[in-house]
């Protein structure tokens, strides 16, 4: 049993540590968070500051929503997003970088969950204006270049009573305050609905202001 511990303990700090130096990396760099380092990103001690199933509950999913995920990595938050729309809904995946989705099919698939997994970029996502229900962005909008383009991305593919959440950490280097979040979806069009605190940062939901457009799915 004490062995066990001590493996335990070491394989939270190694973890850590991994975390740690990708933080820094991505930090310095300003680049998007390394699918090298991705099982950092999967440390069980980060629930000890964020919850991935109180973080997703906050977003209000809906069983048989289509939601998107955008940046998902590794599937910190995923089957937990799968849980939330359920064997009616859909989710979809979106991530630009492929090692990412590799990672994030193995994790599913332990999970058995099943998800959609798209290659794509958040700046010109492919899916046609009003036909999602709701996305939402974890930690991943600093790192896009265009982020005042992302969010209007975002703003174009839900339909009027969709909803976009923003979940942003202090403790990620490339963290966007509330205020510039709230004024980057005013300029898409979207208002606000409600936030909330969490731990190190917020999580912040929004809505289009405009008639319902039904569309399919693909652009």
Request: glycine fraction near 10%; charged fraction near 25%.
């Amino acid at each position: 049993m004490r062995r066990l511990t001590l493996v335990i303990g070491l394989l939270a700090v190694g973890g850590l540590v991994a975390a740690v130096r990708a933080w820094l990396s991505e930090r310095n760099n300003r680049s998007v968070f390394p699918a090298s380092d991705a099982a950092a990103l999967l440390n069980p001690a980060r629930g000890l500051i964020q919850s991935a199933a109180g973080t997703v509950r906050a977003f209000r999913l809906k069983p048989g929503d289509t939601a998107l995920e955008i940046g998902p990595g590794p599937g910190y938050f995923t089957p937990h997003a799968v849980d939330a729309v359920g064997p009616t809904g859909r989710l979809i995946c979106l991530d630009i970088q492929r090692e990412m989705l590799v990672l994030l099919r193995e994790r599913l698939a332990e999970h058995g969950s099943r998800a959609e997994l798209v290659i794509g970029d958040a700046e010109n996502l492919p899916f046609r204006s009003g036909a999602l229900d709701a996305a939402f962005v974890v930690e991943m909008l600093g790192e896009v270049p265009d982020q005042p383009g992302a969010v209007n991305e975002i703003g174009r593919i839900l339909r009027s009573a969709g909803t976009a959440s923003f979940c942003e950490a202090m403790n990620d280097p490339d963290y966007v305050r509330l205020p510039v979040i709230r004024e980057l979806c005013a300029r898409a069009g979207l208002r606000s609905l409600d936030w909330r605190r969490q731990k190190l940062g917020y999580i912040a939901r929004f809505r289009p202001q405009r008639p319902s457009t039904l569309s399919p799915i693909g652009r």
